[in-house]
């Protein structure tokens, strides 16, 4: 078996592109769950946002890049209010089925044929990237980087994800420290409490979900635009859940735990699968095929979350006094 | 729109392709690079004045893929394809015979679509066009009937969410699985075995029943003994879903079974339907029917109530609370199992079969009153009508959006649901 492959393919992992999107969108979710206590389960429709929002104001409106990743923001802060107004003052678990259905919903919207012209039905939309890789000012040519190697463009929308990464960590990190910040973890620890002391606990909650959606949302931004294609298929429950074992991997109300939990997660996956693919070719599991590796990738995961939030809740950086699943 | 018009060309009917479909076999489950083995086929007859057409060129293509055929002697042909999705299939208008002509223009472009299905009719009209109009009256009663019958079907598993809520308040997201089990063991029984219809359906219901008692004598049991959190155990719920989900397709295959096959047609008025359908409406209203009467009469069904109301009120007064829970938990798999089997038999079913009913099931319950069994009921007919009556009005794509967006009104209007007591929600 080719151990340096599957070495230098779980290298590549940890900066992935993917990873990074995950990860933008791993930090929203940390501003709900870890920080307010918001149970959304519908992460995926505020990433889907901000990926169609960039790609039709860029394909149907001809807006230049900067324009449209406004457009992709702003589609999933209004999202966020709507859904949030009506909903924030629902029990926990009714959040949580409540944004779980919005979500498909909303991608059952995204793919049904009627809006074709716009979406791109279950197709999906493509080149949309030209405006954004204009900017990119790295000559072309590859890049070696000893385990992997990449085109000017891959390289470009890597450092850009990365740094979206490190300026929504750092943006995170004063705002949580801050009094609004604290204000928030007095709502996930007692609702009651905060109200008691004349806050705005309605507002508070309204304010999170828009600021985690907007996030979420540059994630499937940076998603969609290495391949260029968006399609309605990926942001199905699948994208949220692993969302959530990846805020969970590292620890929901910490800024760090989503970056090296997104990083553990997706260096994890790509190990077992190519070593699993390896021991396939050489025949040693008789009873799987080449293409249901991939689907034990996935089988994973939801074990990886089962067993976290059974023995480890509050995940790798966690303090387990700071996590409480309310409710 | 008063009216709902279908168009349909002089020459042939619906019925032509939907009799192919019926006698094409599922295709194996795994695709290979030889397009012989592809899982998903589209096809049709193409028919001018009751006549096949031969040697008319047909291509289905999807994103990169493209695969080409020409029709046969009968004017019927095939196109195997690898993968789910919406293909779109274009008949080369320079092949047809001299004197025959599409009934539109633009008719020889034409969708099929394969996301739900592993076969896909697909009918190109020649000839000149006729209108033939089916009134909204028949079309309300067709979308009541199938209403009615994935209402019954919905609640037999929303009754088994919201009995497993009541008496341990957990939302448990991997009851769409219990469903899905239910269909394929049924699909290895009953056409793959060849077992009596019966006896495969009493077996699926046992593997079901077998699968809800273990995980909770094996996962959930432990976990309600260290005082986990609902929302805790909720998440556990759906990383378990997952499992289960990866599991079955490892185990069953990827491919859409086609599980009942075809019934007698029997004609109610404007509704065509068969044997099939009436059969699963009867059984899963006997069921609900047996249910109602377990819950109000007997004195397991009393104590499940009590459980449900007060879980430490109940156990005060000596009721045995993790045996409830135990009968609570077999009572809610069989019922789930056999809604399964209900749902394979009158349509297909895959691996993905239970998730994708998931969340109606949740819509169903949260609609009814969370944790009461009647609630569920009520609320799984209304989804049911709600669904299949949405088509009038919206693109059937959306049909399942319909009910979703129902579900979010109904929490905002009133949390509690219909049928629920009124307690503080938020």
């Known amino acids: ?327 | 729109m008063n009216q709902l018009t279908i168009r349909k060309s002089g020459v042939f009917f619906a019925l032509v392709a939907m009799l192919f479909a019926l006698f094409t076999a599922a295709a194996p489950a795994k695709a290979a690079d030889d397009p012989s083995t592809y899982a998903y086929t589209i096809g049709g007859t193409l028919l001018n004045n009751d006549v096949g057409v031969p040697d008319v060129t047909i291509t289905a293509t999807l994103d990169a893929f493209k695969s080409t055929t020409k029709t046969l002697e009968d004017g019927s042909w095939e196109i195997k394809v690898p993968n789910p999705g919406v293909y779109t299939v274009t008949l080369d208008e320079s092949t047809l015979p001299a004197g025959a002509s599409m009934t539109e223009k633009g008719g020889n472009v034409l969708q099929a679509d394969l996301t739900q299905t592993d076969f896909a009719a697909v009918l190109f009209s020649l000839g000149a066009a006729q209108v033939d109009t089916v009134n909204w009256g028949d079309q309300f009663m067709i979308a009541l009937f199938a209403g009615l019958d994935w209402g019954l079907m919905l609640a037999l598993a929303a009754i088994g969410i919201s009995l497993i809520f009541g008496t341990t308040g957990l939302s448990n997201f991997a009851h769409g699985e219990m469903v899905s089990l239910g269909a394929l063991v049924m699909w290895v029984c009953y056409p793959m075995l060849g077992l009596n219809i019966f006896v495969s359906a009493a077996l699926a219901v046992l593997a079901a029943t077998v699968f809800g008692y273990t995980q909770d004598a094996a996962l959930w049991k432990p976990l309600r003994k260290r005082r986990m959190g609902t929302n805790q155990m909720m998440i556990v719920s759906i990383g378990f879903s997952i499992v289960a989900r990866y599991i079955l397709l490892l185990v069953f295959g990827g491919d859409t079974k086609d599980i009942g096959g075809v019934g007698s047609p029997i004609n109610l008025g404007p509704v065509m339907t068969n044997d099939i359908t009436l059969y699963s409406m009867l059984i899963a209203a006997v069921a609900l029917g047996g249910v109602a009467l377990f819950l109000t009469k007997t004195r397991v069904g009393k104590a499940t109530r009590a459980v449900s109301d007060n879980a430490a009120l109940a156990a005060s007064t000596g009721i045995d609370v993790e045996r409830i829970i135990r009968i609570v938990w077999v009572v809610a798999s069989a019922l789930t199992g056999l809604a399964g089997v209900l749902y394979g038999l009158q349509f297909q079913a895959n691996w993905l079969t239970g998730f994708d009913l998931l969340l109606l099931l949740f819509a169903a319950v949260t609609l009814g009153g969370l944790g009461t069994a009647l609630g569920a009921t009520v609320g799984a007919i209304i989804i049911g009508l709600v669904v299949q009556l949405s088509v009038l009005f919206i693109p059937t794509e959306m049909m399942y959006a319909a009910a979703l967006v129902i579900l979010i009104v109904i929490l905002i209007v009133r949390p509690q649901g219909v049928l629920g007591k009124k307690q503080r929600i938020g």
Do not use: C
């Open chain 1, 1 to 327: 078996m080719d151990w340096l492959n599957a070495l230098n393919l779980t290298a590549g992992e940890l900066i992935g592109v993917y990873t990074a999107a995950y990860v933008l969108a791993a930090l929203g979710l940390a501003v709900h769950f870890g920080f307010t206590g918001l149970l959304n389960f519908g992460q995926a429709a505020f990433a889907a946002l901000g990926a169609y929002g960039y790609s039709i104001a860029t394909l149907t409106l001809n807006w230049p890049w900067w324009a449209a990743v406004l457009a992709g923001l702003a589609a999933s802060g209004v999202f966020a209010l709507l859904l949030g107004i009506p909903t924030l003052r629902l029990r926990a678990d009714y959040l949580a089925i409540v944004t779980i259905a919005a979500a498909q919903a909303l991608r059952y919207a995204f793919s049904a044929s009627d809006y074709a012209s716009v979406t791109g039905a279950s197709n999906g939309l493509s080149e949309f990237g030209e405006s954004f890789y204009s900017l990119n000012p790295i000559p072309k040519g590859r890049y070696d980087l000893g385990f992997t190697s990449m085109s000017e463009n891959e390289l470009f929308i890597r450092i850009i994800g990365w740094s979206l990464v490190v300026i929504a960590a750092v943006f995170l990190f004063f705002l949580t420290r801050s009094p609004w910040g604290r204000v928030l973890k007095g709502i996930r620890e007692d609702e009651d409490a905060v109200r008691a002391l004349g806050k705005n606990v309605f507002a508070y909650k309204i304010q999170a979900l828009v600021i985690g959606g907007t996030i979420a949302s540059l994630g499937g931004m940076v998603f969609v635009m290495s391949s260029q294609t968006n399609q309605p298929s990926t942001w199905g429950t699948n994208f949220t859940f692993m969302i959530w074992t990846i805020l969970l991997l590292g620890g929901a109300a910490t800024i760090l735990g989503p970056i090296v939990g997104g990083m553990v997660f997706f260096a994890l996956l790509m190990f077992t699968q190519s070593v699993m693919e390896g021991l396939v070719k050489m025949g040693w599991l008789p009873f799987l095929d080449i293409a249901q590796v991939g689907q034990i990738r996935f089988l994973l995961v939801g074990l990886i979350l089962m067993l976290l939030v059974i023995f480890r809740p509050q995940g790798i950086f966690g303090n387990k006094k700071e996590l409480q699943f309310n409710g």
